[in-house]
C-alpha cells in the first residue's frame, strides 16, 4: 500500500489490532460482540471496517480477522477461519474463507483476498 511515492495522498495509516482490547481501543469493537461472537466473526470485520474508516478518517476501510494455525484445541474456529471485510461509509461487505495452509500461506493469502475484497468494492461503488 506504501511502497510507491506520494503513497500518503491516498494512504492514511493503519492499525494491527491483535488482542481484543486493541480492536476495543484501537477500532471501536464492542466488548459484547467480542465476548460473544468472538474476534473470529463477521461482526468483528464488520466493527473493525466501521472503526478504521472513523479513526483514520478514510473514504474505504479493509480489514482482516482470523486464526492463522498453527493448530489449537479450538473445534469451534478452526485455522484457516478468517473473516475479511472492506467498505465505506456508505455499505461494508464480507466474506468467510476457510483456509487450509500453514500459518505463513494463510497470512498470505488472507491479504491477497483481502485486497481483492477492496479493489473490487472501490471498482463497484466508486461514484464519481
Known amino acids: 500500500m506504501t511502497s510507491l511515492p506520494k503513497s500518503s495522498s491516498h494512504f492514511n495509516g493503519g492499525a494491527v489490532t491483535y488482542n481484543h482490547e486493541a480492536k476495543e481501543n484501537l477500532l471501536d ?3 459484547e460482540t467480542l465476548e460473544t461472537e468472538g474476534a473470529v466473526c463477521e461482526s468483528t470485520a464488520k466493527q473493525m471496517v466501521a472503526g ?8 474505504y476501510a ?8 498453527p493448530p489449537s484445541d479450538n473445534d469451534e474456529k478452526p485455522v484457516g477461519t478468517v473473516w475479511i471485510a472492506a467498505g465505506n ?3 461494508i461487505v464480507t466474506k468467510q474463507l ?5 500459518r505463513q ?8 483476498q483481502a485486497l481483492n ?5 472501490i471498482i463497484e461503488n466508486d461514484v464519481e
Open 89 to 91: 461509509s456508505e455499505m
Open 52 to 59: 478504521a474508516l472513523k479513526r483514520f478518517d478514510a473514504d
Open 62 to 69: 479493509v480489514a482482516t480477522t482470523g486464526i492463522m494455525g
Open 29 to 31: 469493537v464492542q466488548h
Open 98 to 102: 476457510n483456509l487450509g495452509y500453514d
Open 117 to 121: 475484497l477492496l479493489r473490487q468494492f
Open 105 to 112: 500461506r494463510n497470512i498470505q493469502s488472507t491479504a491477497l
